[in-house]
């Protein structure tokens, strides 16, 4: 208790930076872990029959929040924590004690709702369950929304003021992307949750896909592209290709991925015209994406054979061309036709595993696998564990991609030819199956990740002490 009390208190350099790391780590393996069992009751619905907090229509949320809300967005809080005070030439964030304060109270914040949820407490809109309800004098009280919210506030205070405070005046694109993301979330997170926005009907659904998208838009794209902008550089040794790319980029995904939320809901009866928006808008997302990716890829130029020794830079190559895939197949997906053949397929749940696992997730696997090495000062306790780690989450990934898209595609032509659902639904069997087999790699992989962790960070005296390295080649 003395310890984890410390902890929270602590004002040390890059501790808060250390503790979201830790904390994400935790609801990684409770995610990946209630996935699997989610994906297994596709082929088995009654064996948890008899437990209600385990029932698929609780699960599902509950696995949702805890990758979103728990691992991605506080592995990227834990980014933040470290490249801002690096970027800015800081020995720490401007309140080391704030950051790790804000930790703890995150972690209770999604404990309490995630229990809520798998209880039957929900705020039912997609992305943003979490509620925690409570009745004051007669009214609801959607609490863990309000918690988020003041949470956010905290995290972008902190990081603006560690800006503003920071020796280096000049900002690099990567503190474009990250201050971006911290000045809209806050906005979309408002629109997105009931206790700030109450709608009725299609106006909430509107409402409700603005903040869906958005949260994928203006808070895990720009900040794992921020991320990007900075380890890409860093581990190649090459400077940024272009400066001039990466402010088009910025610019550009402020400009369209707002108004793209609707292309969700294209067959129902919301206004023609924000149909038509946000379907030009998802479209032109090409343009952003490809500034990005160019951006990438050029600054790798002859660098291309350093992938096969760097364990960190296998992730950020391999997360580049999920973010390639995913935003080619997104606006695709999104036209009027594709949209309506394919929506509510399993080829959506592949297209967002291919967004939040082999893009997201891979960019905070190797910052991570950077970042974890400079805090502690020591190199991974295991070279071959983050291999294996790699390997297993992108075979899983692939397996899970190609399975779910063509479970899609039969699932789309069942509907599309008017096949009694009896008959066309046995057929999936076998892609559920395989799903789940990817599911097991998955979480597999996870398991050896947070172990590799584990080691280095509370068993430093079983790794080697960190060399320098002007690219971060020898820091796994």
């Not at 004002?11 to 780590?25: E, G, V």
């Not at 069992?37 to 029959?49: E, R």
């Not at 400077?239 to 980029?249: A, E, N």
Request: charge should be neutral.
């Amino acid at each position: 208790m003395g310890s984890m009390l410390a902890a929270i208190l602590s004002d040390k350099p890059f501790s808060a930076s250390r503790n979201f790391f830790i904390s994400a780590l935790f609801w990684l393996l409770i995610g990946t872990t209630v996935g699997l069992i989610a994906s297994l009751q596709f082929t088995a619905p009654d064996a948890l029959s008899g437990v209600a907090q385990l029932s698929f229509g609780r699960i599902r949320p509950v696995h949702i929040n805890t990758i979103l809300v728990g691992w991605l967005s506080m592995g990227y809080v834990s980014c933040y924590f470290y490249l801002l005070p690096v970027l800015t030439k800081r020995n720490g964030l401007w309140s080391e004690w704030l950051g790790n304060l804000t930790c703890a109270a995150w972690n209770v914040t999604l404990l309490l709702g995630v229990l809520a949820i798998a209880n039957g407490n929900t705020e039912g809109r997609e992305y943003a369950e979490l509620a925690l309800t409570l009745n004051v004098f007669g009214y609801e009280l959607q609490l863990a929304d309000w918690l988020v919210l003041v949470a956010l506030l905290l995290l972008a205070f902190n990081c603006f003021m560690t800006v503003a405070t920071g020796q280096e005046k000049k900002w690099y694109v990567s503190l474009w992307y990250m201050m971006g993301s911290l000045f809209w979330f806050p906005f979309v997170w408002i629109i997105g949750n009931r206790a700030f926005v109450q709608l009725d009907g299609l106006n909430d659904a509107i409402a409700g896909w603005f903040y869906g998208h958005n949260i994928l838009g203006m808070w895990f794209t720009t900040g794992g592209v921020g991320i990007m902008y900075y380890l890409v550089p860093r581990f190649s040794g090459n400077p940024l290709y272009s400066h001039t790319l990466s402010m088009i980029g910025f610019w550009t995904i402020a400009m369209f991925y707002a108004p793209t939320g609707t292309h969700h809901i294209l067959q129902s009866p919301v206004p023609e015209w924000l149909k038509a928006v946000a379907v030009i808008a998802s479209v032109f997302l090409l343009v952003p994406v490809l500034t990005v990716l160019v951006n990438f890829f050029m600054t790798m130029k002859g660098k291309w054979g350093t992938v096969s020794d760097h364990i960190a830079l296998r992730f950020a190559v391999a997360g580049g061309f999920g973010y390639l895939f995913t935003c080619m197949q997104g606006p695709f997906q999104a036209t009027r036709f594709i949209n309506w053949y394919l929506h509510f397929s399993q080829w959506v749940v592949g297209h967002a595993h291919m967004a939040l696992l082999a893009t997201f997730s891979f960019f905070v696997f190797a910052c991570s696998y950077y970042m974890i090495p400079r805090i502690l000062k020591r190199k991974m306790f295991s070279r071959e564990l983050a291999i294996w780690h790699f390997w297993l989450s992108l075979l899983g990934w692939i397996i899970m991609m190609i399975t779910l898209t063509i479970a899609g595609l039969v699932q789309a032509a069942g509907w599309h030819f008017a096949v009694p659902f009896d008959q066309w639904v046995i057929e999936l069997v076998p892609y559920w199956l395989l799903r789940s087999f990817s599911g097991v790699l998955i979480v597999g992989g996870q398991i050896l990740y947070a172990y590799n962790m584990y080691k280095t960070i509370f068993n430093g005296d079983e790794c080697e002490p960190l060399p320098e390295s002007k690219t971060g080649a020898l820091y796994v």
